[in-house]
């Protein structure tokens, strides 16, 4: 491939990517990052729980949008990555979760409903992780100006969505209390 070619498509994969950082609903990544746990300190509550259904979540706006980006692609002759782009997916997931136990933060309910939002696109129709789960979750206000509950998620990371076991609530405690410690003193505004 020439160099004319490789920018063009390089342009043309940029130009796909802002159309989801526009939208405020996610954003596309280039690369995986490590999975950094200190990021559960971003939320306002920790649960560990059972999952009691998982929904995925089409906003027409947004497929709308992706379906004219794939046209458009398709039609300047990058059909290769037009193809790779006409995978349906979610485009956040909604989760309602048995609470088991509060690790961390408030309020302390039995149920809790959040939306899951991941930057990798890779949000499965179906759930096929572990029912017992460790999650953060956090209040949100929607583009709409709507509060909504959301599942704390690194952004281009695995998913942040733990199997509850030994090993995993004492990693997220342990970052959560690493990160707590790191900001005492300071005031947040």
Not at 4 to 16: E, H, P, R, S
Not at 56 to 67: A, G, I, K, N, Y
Not at 74 to 97: N, P, V
Request: with cysteine.
């Amino acid at each position: 491939m020439n160099r004319a070619l490789k920018l063009n498509a390089v342009l043309a994969w940029m130009g796909f990517l802002s159309l989801f950082s526009l939208s405020g609903k996610a954003t596309a990544c280039a690369t995986l990052h490590e999975q950094d746990l200190s990021y559960f300190s971003n939320a306002q509550i920790v649960v560990r729980a059972r999952i009691i259904s998982y929904k995925p979540v089409f906003d027409s706006e947004l497929q709308e949008r992706r379906r004219k980006f794939r046209e458009a692609t398709s039609k300047s002759g990058y059909r290769q990555l037009a193809d790779k782009l006409s995978d349906r997916s979610a485009d956040s997931i909604r989760i309602k979760f048995e609470v088991v136990e509060t690790i961390f933060g408030s309020p302390r309910l039995d149920n809790w409903e959040a939306n899951w939002v991941h930057s990798t696109f890779a949000m499965s129709e179906q759930w096929k992780g572990p029912e017992n789960v460790i999650v953060g979750l956090r209040a949100a206000i929607d583009r709409h100006g709507m509060p909504f509950v959301q599942l704390v998620q690194q952004p281009c990371a695995l998913a942040m969505i733990l199997e509850d076991s030994p090993d995993n609530r004492k990693a997220v405690t342990d970052a959560i209390s690493a990160q707590r410690r790191k900001h005492v003193g300071y005031a947040f505004q």
